[in-house]
């Protein structure tokens, strides 16, 4: 009798690897250090040269990406038929793939955002100071300028006929739906950044930064 009341105690399992995924974290013995809340203002980065390293690195990385992302698109569109080009498969592994490779050469350096919407959200989680997030942004939309301009520079005439490979909404779909879409799919690519570098997470779950890169194709 004393064995089955001990193991009907709260917290008390014999069998700690029946637990449910995620329960190991209500243990006393964390794995992981929260780190604390950056500041809001942190004028001692403006003296400091990984800063503007960090920011040199993410317009670089827009640039290259917005460069690749918006040749292939427009080779797409210019191609007679799906079949003699990469599809839309293709442009969407053309994303993912210039995403995997930057954010594997920048994370280390800025954290591999790539995105003003990843470093907004970040920003609100204090992750980062107001003073490296509007920095970040404006470095990030001034790679992503500077790429399409590139590519408007080297084809200037297929670059106007295609719009810059802008998107479009697709025939019996509505701007509210396309802006929909656009919402839901920002959501799901900033949430997973979120997870994929939470500091709760342990050693084995350490490999999820992976998965950010491979969502964008989905997105």
Known sequence: MEGKEEDVRVGANKFP??????????????DYKEP??????????????????????????TFLFLYIT??????????????????????????????F?????TAGISGGHINPAVTFGLFLAR??????AVFYMIMQCLGAICGAGVVKGFQPTPYQTLGGGA?????????????????IGTFV????????TD?????????????????????
């Open 127 to 132: 992750k980062l100071s107001l003073t490296r």
């Open 167 to 183: 998107n479009t909404v697709a025939h019996g779909y509505t701007k509210g739906s396309g802006l929909g879409a656009e919402i």
């Open 189 to 196: 690519l900033v949430y997973t950044v979120f997870s994929a």
């Open 101 to 105: 490779a930057l954010v594997y050469c």
């Open 36 to 61: 604390p809340p950056a500041p809001l203002f942190e004028p001692g980065e403006l003296s400091s040269w990984s800063f503007y390293r960090a920011g040199i690195a993410e317009f670089i990385a």
């Open 70 to 99: 918006v040749l292939t698109v427009m080779g797409v569109k210019r191609a007679p038929n799906m079949c003699a080009s990469v599809g839309i498969q293709g442009i969407a592994w053309a994303f993912g793939g210039m995403i």
């Open 199 to 219: 500091a709760k997470r342990s050693a084995r779950d350490s490999h999820v930064p992976v998965w950010t890169p491979l969502l964008v194709p989905v997105c």
């Open 17 to 30: 690897e029946r637990q449910p995924i995620g329960t190991s974290a209500q243990s006393t013995d964390k």
